[in-house]
Nanobody, 121 residues
Framework: QVQLAESGGGLVQAGGSLRLSCASS????????MAWFRQAPGKERLLVAA????????YYLDYVKGRFTISRDNAKNTGYLQMNSLRPEDTAVYYC??????????????WGKGTTVTVSS
């Protein structure tokens, strides 16, 4: 069983940066693909970025390429999403997720409760 908890969300001005963290309580976190999704009000949940268990592969939504960086530290059972050059359109609830046999990952097994990112113009 893997439990995920996001942190690092908040209010930031356009052009600013935030670093989201995803802490896992499960020892098997290091064996799973990890991903960040986001859901803006009234919109569907989107895959933003993903990283394989050994950081060998990464995936990014086209809209965030060059601005966001996903990483993980398996020794700390923690994943990260560094978000730079934020735009108001990045405003959403960001969810950490783990566990998918597909690439890019879908149908994740484990989900966090989300952290809210608000980017003001």
């Amino acid at each position: 069983q893997v439990q995920l908890a996001e942190s690092g969300g908040g209010l930031v001005q356009a052009g600013g940066s935030l670093r989201l963290s995803c802490a896992s309580s499960g020892r098997t976190f290091s064996t799973y693909t990890m991903a960040w999704f986001r859901q803006a009000p009234g919109k569907e949940r989107l895959l933003v970025a993903a990283i394989t268990w050994n950081s060998g592969l990464t995936y990014y939504l086209d809209y965030v390429k060059g601005r966001f960086t996903i990483s993980r530290d398996n020794a700390k059972n923690t994943g990260y999403l560094q978000m730079n050059s934020l735009r108001p359109e990045d405003t959403a609830v960001y969810y950490c997720a783990a566990g998918s046999s597909r690439w890019p990952p879908t149908a994740m097994t484990y989900w966090g409760k989300g952290t809210t990112v608000t980017v003001s113009s």
